[in-house]
């Protein structure tokens, strides 16, 4: 009884969020951004039964927005690659060239506040609790546990960070078009950078893993810098590279010139990197690089921009884990995940929350909820069901 009285729970929570989401696609099915080369593309789609398809292909922008409006996806996506013929099994389809994509996940970058808002639930016994996840369930001891995360305005804001950082490299390092690159927020827990256009889609994958590697700072050595364990002092203050040199040398030589002018006002700001070999000894120095390296650079998921088969949810898509829309920010900086990226709208509904943290959505606060009967606008009701806390009120 109990199992059939969960089905028809969850059956109903697919119900409303299938038509939160038909009624989105509706009435904005336009502002769904159609990759270039439409016809060269793989499309892809999740229903709300959690079934995956994939190797379609639109001959049209008009005719996938008919798709769009008729299935109403959970997520569509589409390939990063072009191809010759996108609906045929991938060793047929003929690879013509890829956009170059970042990703930037906040549960890649380690924020104290997910100590706070991430939540965890065991599959075996079903007990939740929140915080991070534990190593095994303090009460059936098993490993078997789930992981929520959450995004808030501090983590998400360190995320669009990174994807300044990323932009910096493309344009400044890269020399990449500012208008071949776009900023997308991730529809829930993060950012997508886009690059598209002649000028990166060649890459192959080998390319792909020498840009990932640069743009998160692995592999910096004194060596790649020019210099070497047995040169003479005078030598290593001429190769260090100066604040106002491009690319990662400058980078690195303003990054030390700050942290050494934070304990020396005296320091030479322009040959830091040579004050700080001179004191630390060769191998020490080393280690500081690397780590500066890792500091500076953009935490990007490398899996996401080296994986040339992958489909790569829409811009204007709303997002299956938030009922966000995946969302275009033309200003970065002034952009609001919780108030720019709102899709979903209807009449409020009654729902039953097993578990939040607090939240803010469209300027209005919500939570934090614990087994908790509420009613709510439709749009944070929806964020709460696609994440699995909450359903439709239910009494029969
Ligand atoms: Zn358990
Ligand atoms: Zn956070």
Redesign the pocket.
Same mark, same amino acid.
């Given at each position: 009884m109990w199992a059939l009285r969960e089905r028809k729970v969850e059956e109903i929570t697919k119900l409303v969020l299938n038509q939160a989401f038909k009624d989105y696609y509706f009435r904005r099915a336009e502002d769904v951004e159609i990759p270039d080369n439409i016809a060269n593309r793989e499309f892809g789609y999740s229903t709300f039964e959690n079934a995956m398809v994939r190797h379609l292909s639109f001959s049209s922008a008009g005719e996938f927005h008919a798709f769009l409006v008729k299935e109403s996806p959970y997520s569509v996506f589409s390939s990063v690659s072009c191809y010759a013929k996108p609906s045929l099994p991938m060793e047929e389809k003929g690879w013509q060239g890829a956009d170059l994509v970042f990703d930037i996940d +906040?549960k890649d970058l380690e924020?104290p /506040?997910?100590r +706070?808002?991430d939540s965890w639930h065991c599959r075996e016994c079903g007990k939740m609790g929140s915080g991070l996840r534990p190593a095994i369930c303090p009460s059936c001891k098993t490993n078997r546990i789930n992981v929520l995360g959450?995004? /808030?305005?501090? /983590?998400?804001a360190a995320a669009k960070d990174h994807v300044h950082r990323i932009i910096d490299f493309l344009l400044n390092d890269f020399g990449t078009r500012a208008d071949a690159i776009s900023v997308f927020f991730s529809g829930n827990l993060g950012y997508h950078v886009e690059v598209r256009g002649q000028e990166m889609d060649g890459l192959d994958h080998d390319s792909r893993i020498e840009i990932a590697d640069y743009i998160t700072g692995v592999g910096i050595t004194p060596q790649l810098l020019g210099v070497f364990p047995r040169d003479k002092s005078e030598v290593v203050s001429q190769k260090m590279p100066l604040t106002s040199e491009a690319g990662w040398r400058g980078r690195l030589a303003r990054h030390f010139s700050n942290k050494l002018k934070a304990t020396d006002a005296k320091s030479d700001a322009e040959r830091a990197m040579a004050i700080q070999l001179a004191s630390l000894g060769y191998r020490r120095f080393t280690n500081r690089l690397a780590q500066y390296a890792m500091d500076l650079g953009a935490k990007i998921d490398r899996n996401v921009t080296l994986d040339l088969h992958r489909i790569f949810r829409m811009g204007g898509t709303l997002h299956n884990k938030s009922g966000l829309i995946k969302k275009r920010c033309e200003d970065l900086t002034s952009f609001d995940p919780f108030n720019d990226a709102l899709g979903v709208i209807g009449e409020p509904i009654e729902v039953h929350v097993s578990y939040s943290p607090p939240f803010t959505l469209g300027d209005e606060d919500f939570g934090p909820y614990s087994d908790s009967r509420v009613t709510l606008p439709l749009h944070a009701a929806a964020y709460l069901m696609c994440k699995g806390l909450a359903r439709p009120r239910n009494d029969s």
């Open positions: +906040v924020m /506040c997910r +706070v808002h959450w995004g /808030c305005q501090t /983590c998400l």
